[in-house]
Structure formats: C-alpha cells, structure tokens
C-alpha cells in the first residue's frame, strides 16, 4: 500500500513570497490533515478536511494561509505571503475516517524562510 | 483552552521498561487518547490508542485512569531503535481546541 505522498521536500524562499505544498493522501482515505510542525515542537493542526469539506480550520491563519482538497482527494496547501514565523515542517496525514482513526503522515515539506 | 502536556525528555537503558505520561485537561468523555512516534526528517507513527482503562497491543500498552486526566505509554523492553520522540494526541471534542499534540518527549535509549 502507498504511503502519504508529499512535495515538495523541501523549500527555500523569501519573506513575502508565496509558497505550495501537495500532498496525496492514502487511496480511499476520506480525510486528510495538515499540521505545522515548528522545530522542538508538537504537529499542530492547521485544516481538517473530510472528502472535500472542511472539518476544521480554526487554527488557520486565514489572511495568509489557504487550503483546498478539490475532487476529495490530493490537497494544496498555500501560502501567500511568507513571514519568517512560517519556517516549518508542514505534514499532511490522512485517515480512513474521523480523527479518532489511525493517521498516516507523509513525510513532510521543510520551508525555510529567509 | 485544551493542553496536553509531557516531559521534555527520559534517558533508559536497552531491555528496560518505560513509562511516558501525558496530562491532558478538559478532555471530554468520548475522546480517545492515541500516541504517535517520531524519529528525525519523518512524519509521526501510530503506535496504539485508548479510551479507557488499559489497551495493549504488541508494541506498547496505554493506561488511562478513572479520571482520564492522564494517560500513560508503556514500552517493553526498550532497544536502541526506540530512541524517538514520542507524542500524544488528543480529541477535545468537548470544547477548545480539537485535535491537540501534546509537547513531545524525547526518549534516549543507551546500552
């Protein structure tokens, strides 16, 4: 079985430019999460999306961080514009179902913001 | 606000039993508790989950108390490839903040 699929591994760019992350999750996993991983910290949940829907996305920041799972599958994840605070890991998991389902995580996109 | 916390870190010794507690307030009656392991550049790894008292699979066990307002992992017999960080995760369902990781142990196993 193919794992969660990201990309890409890794980004380097400047404050104020904008940046993507994509990732496909589990074939038939119905929900998908993206988390922020700060370094010597916990996944912290940015969206929750259940098919195409969002479940939760109240720890988006929302003026500069958007997010989509069109067709209820692969999903982007962007932002626009870039602070230096965005320096990340950014994850993307999914499940088979609600969040109490085991998660499978990718391996993660490092963004670097200079 | 939902919090979970953990210790920052543990050293053990290969073969040795080990037990890393999360406190978690706020949880609600229906919220599982599920822990996760992490090694350096890769996502977290399910490792087992509970609700209530104790769950045991053959990797770890999870105690949860009465009050469920911690839960405990326990690893067997730990060897050197068990040096990770380990989180817990939790559901607030009840209110807060949904979905929290708890602040991550760093578990050292040395010969």
């Known amino acids: 079985e193919a794992g969660v699929a990201q990309s890409p591994r890794y980004k380097i760019i400047e404050k104020r430019q904008s940046v993507a992350f994509w990732c496909n999750p589990i074939s038939g996993h119905a929900t998908l999460y993206w988390y922020q991983q700060i370094l010597g910290q916990g996944p912290k949940l940015l969206i929750q999306f259940q098919n195409n829907g969002v479940v939760d996305d109240s720890q988006l920041p929302k003026d500069r961080f958007s997010a989509e799972r069109l067709k209820g599958v692969d999903s982007t994840l962007k932002i626009q514009p870039a602070k230096l605070e965005d320096s990340a890991v950014y994850l993307c998991?999914?499940?088979?179902?609600?969040?109490?389902?085991?998660?499978?995580f990718g391996p993660g996109t490092r963004l670097t913001v200079t | 606000l939902a919090k979970t916390t953990q210790p920052i870190s543990m050293d053990s010794y290969e073969g040795q039993e080990v037990n890393i507690t999360c406190s978690h307030n706020n949880i609600a009656t229906n919220d599982y508790i599920t822990w996760y392991q992490q090694f350096p550049s890769q996502g977290p790894r399910f490792i087992i989950q509970g609700y209530k008292t104790k769950v045991t699979n053959e990797v770890a066990s999870l105690f949860i108390p009465a009050d469920r307002k911690s839960s405990t992992l326990s690893l067997p017999r730990v060897s050197l490839s068990d040096t990770a960080v380990y989180y817990c995760l939790v559901g607030f369902t009840g209110g807060g903040n949904k979905l929290t990781f708890g602040t991550g142990t760093q578990l050292k196993v040395e010969l």
């Open positions: 998991a999914s499940s088979s179902g609600g969040w109490a389902y085991e998660q499978y």
